[in-house]
């Protein structure tokens, strides 16, 4: 009944790809995510993050970081985040 969650995090998980920029994770595999939660914005390294909440919608919503503008969009329920 829930496999649609699995199906979508396996679909996040294989289109993970890499900024050649920053080295940090474009997609996630749940390491974005994890880093946000626990060391802050991956690219400014502001921990706690703070942010500036953008548009939501289901389960999303866009956040900006308050101190370098990196923008990700995130889904607490599930613990994913992706640059946007």
Known sequence: ??????????????????????????????DLWTHMVKKGCPDCKTHPMSYMEGPSGGMSTNVKCAECGSNFNITPALGIAERI
């Open 1 to 30: 009944m829930f496999d649609f969650i699995g199906k979508i995090k396996n679909k996040i998980a294989r289109n993970t790809d890499t900024d050649t920029a920053t080295g940090s994770p474009m997609g996630d595999n749940g």
